[in-house]
Every structure is written in structure tokens, then in C-alpha cells.
């Protein structure tokens, strides 16, 4: 007979596993639609800034708890782009999931952003464990974790770095990495101005 103790830990395990595969699930869903191409991106313009406040407020909590200083750098506030706003979500969400999982206690995470008169570039830099040079190629392919990764189980199942090539390919943009083995990685990709009206 298991104790009150017992069962809630291997309830608290169940409803881990249960959230990891429905993540997963999700994840490849959202893949496969995106390699299918049934997703259409609903362009609109809309502020860069206010779509990064919301987003980096999303990870202030877990990256606080961390001791990771959180920052968003450049000039934001003039920059106003032209693309799917939920698509460009999942795009800085996935990369500061990721800056955050992999920078340690007392590093930093900086997403920068630079108008200019035909595209913002946008980077998310980490002082993190870093990429060897031999992974960089693979990063963004599905499923494919490095041998820095923690061995310990994770939410992660080598999805959300795939997700974001797709989804910045549908934008005519590509995303391009570098990376120091504990120096940090930066992500960064351009998406296109808003049209002056």
C-alpha cells in the first residue's frame, strides 16, 4: 500500500510526463503544418517593442529566479514590422526559452533590435554554455539536441529550433547562429519594415 507521500509523487511524475508529451505533440503538429505549408501567415504591422515587452515579461520570472539579467536592447520603439505577429511570438518565445534554459546562474540574456530602412534585425545572445562549431550546422534540424545539452530529462525534445527556421522561412527570412563554447550563442534574423502608407 503506498503512502499519501508516495502517490502524490508518482502523480506529480504522471502529470509531468503527461505535459512533456502533450508539448511534443503539439510541437510536431506545429511542424508538420509548417513543412506542409498549411500555414499562412497573416502579415499586419505591428510594434516590435510591445511584442518584446510582452514576451521577455513571460521568462522575467524564471530568468529572475535563475539570476540571469534579462535585457532588451537597440531601438525597439521605432521599430514597427510588417509579418505575423503570433508566428513572430513563437519565434522570440523558442529563443529565449532556450537563452534561458542554457545561460547559468548570474549571466545574461540580451535580445537586441536594429531598424533600418528596409528590415529590422533582431538577435537573442546568451552568455551560456555555447555551441561547438561541429553542432551549428544541425541546430535547427528536428530532434537534434548537442552534446552540451543536459543528459537530464528535459521539456525539450529538439523541436523549437526547427519551428523557428520554418516559421521565419514563411517570412522570406533566414536565421543564422554563432556560437563560443562557454562564451554564449546568438540567434539573428531580419524581418521586413512595415510600408510607409
Known amino acids: 500500500m503506498l503512502s499519501v507521500e508516495e502517490r502524490r509523487n508518482y502523480l506529480e511524475i504522471t502529470r509531468k510526463h503527461s505535459l512533456r508529451l502533450g508539448r511534443l505533440i503539439s510541437d510536431l503538429f506545429e511542424l508538420s503544418k509548417l513543412e506542409a505549408a498549411s500555414i499562412k501567415p497573416q502579415m499586419e504591422q505591428f510594434s516590435l517593442a510591445e511584442l518584446l515587452q510582452d514576451v521577455t515579461q513571460e521568462f522575467a520570472l524564471e530568468a529572475e529566479r535563475k539570476g540571469i539579467t534579462l535585457n532588451v536592447a537597440g531601438d525597439p520603439k521605432s521599430s514597427v514590422v510588417h509579418a505575423d505577429i503570433s508566428l513572430v511570438q513563437r519565434v522570440l518565445e523558442n529563443l529565449l526559452r532556450n537563452a534561458v534554459k542554457y545561460t547559468p546562474v548570474g549571466g545574461s540574456v540580451t535580445v537586441t533590435v536594429r531598424p533600418s530602412p528596409q528590415s529590422v534585425a533582431v538577435s537573442v545572445a546568451d552568455t551560456g554554455c555555447?555551441?561547438?562549431?561541429?553542432?551549428?550546422e544541425r541546430v535547427f534540424d528536428r530532434f537534434y539536441r548537442s552534446e552540451q545539452d543536459d543528459p537530464a530529462?528535459?521539456?525539450?525534445a529538439g523541436l523549437g529550433l526547427a519551428i523557428v527556421r520554418k516559421i521565419l522561412d514563411l517570412h522570406g527570412s533566414q536565421i543564422t547562429v554563432s556560437s563560443e563554447i562557454d562564451a554564449g550563442t546568438t540567434f539573428a534574423f531580419d524581418l521586413p519594415v512595415a510600408q510607409a502608407a
Open 153 to 156: 530529462p528535459t521539456d525539450s
Open 130 to 136: 555555447g555551441i561547438a562549431e561541429k553542432d551549428l
